[in-house]
């Protein structure tokens, strides 16, 4: 079992940047394909981008392709997303998801995947 905690939210400027992290618990976290989510008030819960175990196969939704990196690293427990040239339509609460794998390349981008979940990160971006 892994446990999940966000952190870096926070209100930004449009065409501003933010850092998101996501630190995991355990020693396994190497095993677990990695993903982050966000969901909009009144909206469901979206794919943003996924990683995978190794860090080396990455997929990202359309909408923030070329704006978001995100990058895992497995000794400190952690992935992050980079979110640059935020707009106001990114707003919305962000969490990580991990899903346990013995693949090391694949990536999962439905939420219904994830085994774990985070309490999620409130993103704001003003325009």
């Known amino acids: 079992q892994v446990q999940l905690v966000e952190s870096g939210g926070g209100l930004v400027q449009a065409g501003g940047s933010l850092r998101l992290s996501c630190a995991a618990s355990g020693r396994t976290f190497s095993t677990y394909a990695m993903g982050w989510f966000r969901q909009a008030p009144g909206k469901e819960r979206e794919f943003v981008v996924a990683?995978?175990?190794?860090?080396?196969?990455?997929n990202y939704e359309d909408s923030v392709k070329g704006r978001f990196a995100i990058s895992r690293d497995n000794a400190q427990n952690t992935i992050y997303l980079q979110m640059n040239r935020l707009k106001p339509e990114d707003t919305a609460v962000y969490y990580c998801?991990?899903?346990?794998?013995?693949?090391?390349?694949?990536?999962?981008?439905?939420?219904?995947?994830?085994?774990?979940w985070g309490q999620g990160t409130q993103v704001t971006v003003s325009s």
């Open positions: 990683i995978s175990k190794s860090g080396g196969n990455t």
């Open positions: 998801a991990a899903k346990g794998i013995w693949n090391p390349l694949v990536v999962y981008t439905t939420a219904r995947e994830y085994d774990y």
